[in-house]
Each structure stands twice: as C-alpha cells, then as structure tokens.
C-alpha cells in the first residue's frame, strides 16, 4: 500500500507541519492530558512575567530570566514537536491511502433481488448497506462487502501492497472484498456491508492518524508515577523557598522553577505520547492495522498464539497433490477420466483437479457441449461430479459416495483401492474415489497444504518464548499429521467455535495473554475474546471485526512481527524512562551546588564539572533539559532495538545502555553548553 513507503525520519513536509502544529498544541486544554508538560507550560508563563518585570524595573537579570523563560518554552515545544512528528508520520500514510479513494461511480442493479445485470450508475458515497453491485474487470470495488455471485481476480495492491492478485468468489472464507481494490478479471456481484465513511479504508486512515487514541495500562500507570513525581518535586522546590530565607540564602522564583523543571521529568513526560503513537505507525509500515494502543502493546506480552488451520497455516482450498491408478489402470487413462469427470465440478477443489491435469500430464479441455456430454454437477447432496460422453459414464467423488453408486459396502473395494485410501486419511488427507463404467479407476489424495516457510517461523516464534497452537475442526489424525508438518507446538481438534473460545478463556485464568489468528465467521468469538486478534485481510467481515488488528498481507506469521513490535514499544518506553530519571543525577551536580554555594561553600565539591558560575550553571541544565528531547526524538519513533534474547540480559542491557548513558550524557552535555555559555557571556 502506498502508505508503506519508506518515509525519512525527518521528512521536511512532515516536520514543518509538526512545527505549527506544536504551536498548537501549546493550549491549555491539550497540554492538560500530559501532567508534566502542562506543569512546565505553566511555570514558562510565570517566568516570562518575570522577565517582563525585569525589562521594566532594568534590574540587571533581564538577561538571564529571559534565557531561562525560552528554554522552558523551547522544552514545551519540543516536547509537542515530538508528538506531532509522530501523529505527522501517521497522517502522511492516511493521505496516502485518501489517494485510492476518489467519486468512484458504482453499477447499483435494480430489480428484484438484483438477479440480472441491469444496473443504475451512482457515486460510491450514495450506496447503502444491502445493495448489490456489479463490478466488472478493470473496475474499481466502491465499497466493503461480501461477494454474493461471480469468481474474479482482485488486484488489492492499493491496499495491502502486494503486487500478486488474489482470487475472490461467494461462499467461504475468501468473499470478503475491501473497497479501492480492482477487479482484474471477469465479474462480482457485491453485497454492500459498510455505510459510506464506515468503510475498511475509512476506518484504517482514521486509526492510522490517530484519531481516539486511547492510553494504554502500562502507560496510564507511568502517567500517574509521573505525575505523582511532578507533584513531590514541586513540594520540594515550593518548600525550598522558606529554607533558603531562613538559612539567608536569597533564590529568585526564576531559579526555583529552573530547578523544578529540571528536575520532573520532563524527557520522558515530552516523549510517551509520542512513543505510544510511533509504535502503532511502525505496525502500519508492516501491513498491520491495530484499532488500539492497547492491543499494540499486549502484543509484546503475549505468551501463547492460536492459529486457525484453514486459510491461516495451509492454503484455503484442499489442493490435489497425486493421482492414484488401481487395478493396473495407466496413469494418462486415470489423469482422462479424472479431468473429464471434474469439468462439471465448480468447488475450489474442482478447479485445482483440472488445473493438475493439464499441468503434470499435458490434457487438453473437452468442450462437453460439443461433444454431446451429459453432466452430472458436483452436489453437497450426492457429493460426485461426472460426465456421460461417448459410451463412457465417469464418476469423481467422496470415496463412500462413489462406493455406494457402485453397489460396494463401505470398506470394500480391490486391496490397492483400500490401500491407496487408508494411506491418504493416515497422512491426514482427503480421498476421492475415481469410476469409470461401475469399475475402479483411482483415488486422488487431496490435502491441506500447509504454507511454505511456516515451520520456520514457528520456530522463531518459539525462540521467543511463545507457545503456537493450531485450533481445527479435522478430525484428530489429520489435525496431528498438519499439526507435524507445519511445526506447531500443539493443536485442538474436532473444535468448535465454543471449544476455541473456552481453550482462551481457560488459558487467561491462568494468567496467560493470548493471541488469536484466524479469517473465518467461526474464529469471531474467538478473537473477540483473545487479548490479540488478529484477523486477516482476506477473511470473513465478522472475522475483521471481532479482532483488534487486521493483517493486510494475511500472513499468519506476521505475528512475529507484531510481538517485536509490542516488545520493542514496551522496551522503548522502560528505556526512555531509565534514561530520563537517570539523567536526573547530573542535574543535581550541576544545579545544587549553585543554588546554595554562597551560604555553603562546602557545596562547591559537588560542582564536579567546574561550571563557570551558578547562573551559567543553571542556565545550561535548562538548555540541555531541553535540547535532549529534541536529540531522543529519534529514538522513541524510531524504537529500541529488539531482539529475543532473556528478560534477564534484555534487564541488564537496559541499565547498562540508558541507565549508565543516562548519567554520563548529561554530564558531558552540561559541561559543553557551559563552555559556550560562558564563552559567550550569556551569564
């Protein structure tokens, strides 16, 4: 999709958009939902009146408190610039996706129950949920829906990026078509599921910039700590006062709050918003759209991963995968009887029967009609297909059907015939029965393909502690054999909706966080219940909407991904955190000596950076308590780093990393802003 492209971290559309947005963002009712930057707003207001006072009254500190008033309206800014640059990535890929959309004219048809073609042309914002349009090859989708007649090749390129088209019928679990997507050849008849501006599009730009984003737990709780350390150092600076009168230290108010501000936490109070925002846009560059910060960020927890079989970990459609001759039957005689008796049969299976065909053994389509055949449509009823042509009656089907029209019991048959079908339901494949003239003819095995490289990724999956599960309704041999084939960990089988739904549940109370794959009606409850939904793209309706993300590439194992990138936002959070209380320390080396310096001299042997004088001093713990918002913000969209390696080292890297950078940085910054303070006489 066109909002995956790589987009520079500093685009300079986007930064100078970010510019004026955190001019807007400086109101009081948005910077109120980030304590601490709303604190730091406050105090810059009250500095700046004094600096006012200083002009006015020619004092001599004019200087200095006007320094200090711009840094702390500098660390506001910056701490809105960082937020804005995140929501500005955002809305450059819902711009991005706002170019697929267009007046699209749809061909609504009309009369009963919309059987025929007649159609009326309307613009794509007018249809309603229910109606049915017709989409021929070269046409544009105009909205979400679910196909209810017709076989066609999507190009869905404009959404999920992939260049391959896909196919899309009515029936199953591949109906489901996404408005901006084109059909490439023949025809669809569409039912209309979403209201205009409610469509898939609609809802993925919407939640691409932003739009309702919700705090997480994790990050509600740090919001608290957060505030809760605001308000103890305000205590503290507020308490100060009276001290340092009663010890004969005179503070002005502009140190006081140069204090205060330097000392909350103001690094990572201006970067969570940010980080939070930045984890749900590197979801979106990997295909994936979340409806919530939260489901992000329980991705990174996540302890065991349900995966639907069908559609999810094997192919959709049951594939052929070998013909089967019996009774000394050539294999060119059964590949014959086998196309002509599946042209009748429409099912995805059909289809991939004939496609076998003709591919390994070079058979050419008989045209039925001209050659007078009668046909025999594969039915759910009867479950055969076949055709009557030329003398010969040729049978393709379920093995107990065809043994049955036979007039054979329901075990019986040559022995290479029950060989060849004990063999396939053993390997936890299909049998068909293939007949010709009440004779035995083969069997085709058909089996559940499971997807290529699958096997490695569940190991990678493994390597990061998570348990992969595949839920199924097959029966308990064939669930094994796929479940072996495909390297999962283990498998539910026979289950029914009800069963995946308690298997979740009952992994919950244990504490367990679970995620959920799946595309079929049937995996809705379940991942509605799941802590991580994730549905694919190519699924049913229901199943986009009981997730909380939807794979646009509907690759199972993206899932991968996705927890890297929860973890990676839990990392990049604890990180900033480390850093920005750590950072802390120097700034109490650089502003408590020159605070009470005069009255304790002592005090000097804590100015270990042999600062210029207590005003530079201070003045260059508020320029850097600044400028390093600015120099992180890098960090916290780009991420931390993630790699799967223990808690236990991911713990010790952490501290090393942030912890002990987050203490020299400062040290080394302070120093290097003095020296140009002083050298430049700015106090």
């Given at each position: 999709?066109?909002?995956?492209?790589a987009?520079?971290?500093?685009?300079?559309?986007?930064?100078?958009?970010?510019?004026?947005?955190?001019f807007?963002?400086?109101?009081?009712?948005?910077?109120?939902?980030?304590?601490?930057i709303?604190?730091?707003?406050?105090v810059?207001?009250?500095?700046?009146?004094?600096?006012?006072?200083?002009?006015?009254?020619?004092?001599?500190?004019?200087?200095?408190?006007?320094?200090?008033?711009?840094?702390?309206?500098?660390?506001?800014?910056?701490?809105?610039?960082?937020?804005?640059?995140?929501?500005?990535?955002?809305?450059a890929q819902?711009?991005?996706?706002?170019?697929?959309?267009?007046?699209?004219k749809?061909?609504?048809?009309?009369?009963?129950?919309?059987?025929?073609?007649?159609?009326?042309?309307?613009?794509?914002?007018?249809?309603?949920?229910?109606?049915?349009?017709?989409?021929?090859?070269?046409e544009?989708?105009?909205?979400?829906?679910?196909?209810?007649?017709g076989?066609?090749?999507?190009?869905?390129?404009?959404?999920?990026?992939?260049?391959?088209?896909?196919?899309?019928?009515?029936g199953?679990?591949?109906?489901?078509?996404?408005?901006?997507?084109?059909?490439?050849?023949?025809?669809?008849?569409?039912?209309?599921?979403?209201?205009?501006?409610?469509?898939f599009?609609?809802?993925?730009?919407?939640?691409?910039?932003?739009?309702?984003?919700q705090?997480?737990?994790?990050?509600?709780?740090?919001?608290?700590?957060?505030?809760g350390?605001?308000?103890?150092?305000?205590?503290?600076?507020?308490?100060?006062?009276?001290?340092?009168?009663?010890?004969g230290?005179?503070?002005?108010?502009?140190?006081?709050?140069?204090l205060?501000?330097?000392?909350?936490?103001?690094t990572?109070?201006?970067?969570?918003?940010?980080?939070?925002?930045?984890?749900?846009?590197?979801?979106?560059?990997?295909?994936?759209?979340?409806?919530?910060?939260?489901?992000?960020?329980?991705?990174g927890?996540v302890?065991?991963?349900l995966?639907?079989?069908?559609?999810?970990?094997?192919?959709?459609?049951?594939?052929?995968?070998?013909?089967?001759?019996?009774?000394?039957?050539q294999?060119?005689?059964?590949?014959?009887?086998?196309?002509?008796?599946?042209?009748?049969?429409?099912t995805?299976?059909?289809?991939?029967?004939?496609?076998?065909?003709?591919?390994?053994?070079?058979?050419?389509?008989t045209?039925?009609?001209?050659?007078?055949?009668?046909?025999?449509?594969?039915?759910?009823?009867t479950?055969?297909?076949?055709?009557?042509?030329?003398?010969?009656s040729?049978?393709?089907?379920?093995?107990?059907?065809?043994?049955?029209?036979?007039?054979?019991?329901?075990?019986g048959?040559?022995?290479?015939?029950?060989l060849?079908?004990?063999?396939?339901?053993?390997?936890?494949?299909?049998p068909?029965?293939?007949?010709?003239?009440?004779r035995?003819?083969?069997?085709?095995?058909?089996?559940?393909?499971?997807?290529?490289?699958?096997?490695?990724?569940?190991?990678?999956?493994?390597?990061?502690?998570?348990?992969?599960?595949?839920?199924?309704?097959?029966?308990?041999?064939?669930?094994?054999?796929?479940?072996?084939?495909?390297?999962?960990?283990?498998?539910?089988?026979?289950?029914?909706?009800?069963?995946?739904?308690?298997?979740?549940?009952?992994?919950?109370?244990?504490?367990?966080?679970?995620?959920?794959c799946?595309?079929?009606?049937?995996?809705?409850?379940?991942l509605?219940?799941?802590?991580?939904?994730?549905?694919?793209?190519?699924?049913?309706?229901?199943?986009?909407?009981?997730?909380?993300?939807?794979?646009?590439?509907?690759?199972?194992?993206?899932?991968?991904?996705?927890?890297?990138?929860?973890?990676?936002?839990?990392?990049?959070?604890?990180?900033?955190?480390?850093?920005?209380?750590?950072?802390?320390?120097?700034?109490?080396?650089a502003?408590?000596?020159?605070?009470?310096?005069?009255?304790?001299?002592q005090?000097?042997a804590?100015?270990?950076?042999?600062?210029?004088?207590?005003?530079?001093?201070?003045?260059?713990?508020?320029?850097?308590?600044?400028?390093?918002?600015v120099?992180?913000?890098?960090?916290a969209?780009?991420?931390?780093?993630?790699?799967?390696?223990?808690?236990?080292?991911?713990?010790?890297?952490?501290?090393?990393?942030?912890?002990?950078?987050g203490?020299?940085?400062?040290?080394?910054g302070?120093?290097?802003?003095?020296?140009?303070?002083?050298?430049?006489?700015?106090?």
């Amino acid at each position: 999709m066109a909002s995956r492209s790589a987009t520079s971290l500093f685009d300079p559309v986007i930064a100078g958009r970010a510019v004026v947005e955190a001019f807007h963002k400086l109101d009081p009712r948005t910077l109120a939902k980030n304590p601490v930057i709303f604190v730091t707003e406050v105090v810059s207001l009250g500095v700046s009146l004094l600096w006012l006072r200083d002009l006015a009254t020619a004092n001599g500190q004019a200087l200095f408190s006007g320094q200090i008033a711009a840094w702390l309206w500098f660390t506001v800014l910056f701490a809105n610039f960082a937020e804005a640059m995140a929501e500005g990535r955002g809305r450059a890929q819902a711009d991005a996706m706002r170019k697929t959309r267009s007046d699209t004219k749809a061909k609504r048809l009309t009369g009963p129950k919309a059987a025929g073609r007649a159609f009326d042309s309307v613009n794509a914002l007018d249809l309603k949920v229910g109606d049915v349009i017709l989409v021929e090859a070269g046409e544009v989708i105009a909205s979400d829906g679910e196909v209810v007649e017709g076989i066609a090749s999507v190009n869905e390129a404009a959404i999920t990026g992939e260049s391959a088209p896909v196919i899309r019928e009515s029936g199953g679990d591949r109906s489901a078509v996404t408005g901006g997507t084109t059909v490439l050849s023949d025809w669809l008849k569409v039912r209309v599921t979403a209201a205009p501006g409610s469509t898939f599009l609609d809802r993925m730009i919407a939640l691409v910039e932003g739009a309702e984003r919700q705090k997480t737990p994790n990050e509600l709780a740090l919001s608290i700590l957060l505030s809760g350390l605001t308000i103890v150092f305000l205590i503290v600076c507020v308490s100060l006062w009276p001290i340092a009168l009663y010890s004969g230290t005179t503070l002005s108010v502009t140190v006081l709050v140069a204090l205060l501000v330097c000392l909350i936490p103001t690094t990572i109070g201006g970067l969570l918003s940010s980080i939070g925002i930045a984890g749900m846009d590197r979801l979106i560059r990997f295909n994936v759209v979340a409806t919530s910060g939260r489901a992000v960020e329980a991705a990174g927890d996540v302890d065991t991963l349900l995966l639907d079989k069908t559609g999810t970990i094997t192919f959709g459609n049951r594939m052929p995968s070998e013909f089967i001759p019996v009774g000394g039957v050539q294999d060119g005689a059964l590949a014959e009887a086998i196309l002509l008796s599946s042209l009748a049969d429409e099912t995805p299976e059909g289809r991939a029967i004939v496609a076998l065909a003709k591919s390994r053994y070079g058979l050419a389509e008989t045209d039925l009609a001209a050659a007078g055949a009668t046909v025999v449509p594969f039915t759910a009823q009867t479950r055969i297909s076949g055709v009557d042509i030329e003398g010969r009656s040729l049978r393709k089907g379920a093995v107990d059907s065809i043994l049955a029209s036979l007039g054979i019991e329901t075990n019986g048959g040559p022995s290479d015939f029950k060989l060849a079908v004990d063999r396939i339901a053993r390997s936890g494949g299909t049998p068909l029965a293939v007949a010709e003239n009440n004779r035995l003819l083969g069997v085709v095995h058909l089996k559940d393909t499971v997807k290529p490289d699958i096997k490695a990724r569940f190991a990678e999956l493994r390597a990061m502690g998570i348990k992969t599960v595949m839920v199924t309704g097959d029966n308990p041999v064939t669930a094994a054999a796929i479940a072996s084939e495909a390297g999962v960990d283990d498998f539910l089988a026979q289950a029914k909706p009800e069963d995946k739904l308690a298997y979740i549940r009952k992994e919950q109370e244990g504490g367990r966080l679970i995620a959920m794959c799946g595309d079929g009606t049937n995996d809705a409850p379940a991942l509605a219940q799941a802590d991580v939904g994730v549905a694919m793209q190519t699924g049913t309706q229901a199943a986009r909407e009981a997730g909380n993300m939807v794979d646009l590439d509907s690759d199972p194992t993206k899932l991968i991904e996705i927890v890297g990138i929860g973890k990676q936002l839990l990392m990049t959070r604890g990180s900033l955190t480390t850093f920005s209380i750590a950072n802390d320390v120097a700034k109490y080396f650089a502003i408590i000596p020159a605070l009470f310096l005069a009255t304790y001299p002592q005090l000097g042997a804590l100015n270990v950076m042999h600062l210029a004088s207590p005003q530079s001093a201070i003045l260059s713990a508020v320029i850097f308590n600044a400028l390093i918002i600015v120099a992180l913000i890098p960090l916290a969209l780009r991420g931390v780093a993630y790699k799967p390696i223990g808690a236990a080292a991911l713990l010790r890297k952490n501290l090393g990393v942030y912890g002990l950078g987050g203490i020299v940085v400062p040290f080394v910054g302070i120093k290097l802003i003095d020296l140009a303070v002083a050298s430049l006489h700015l106090a």
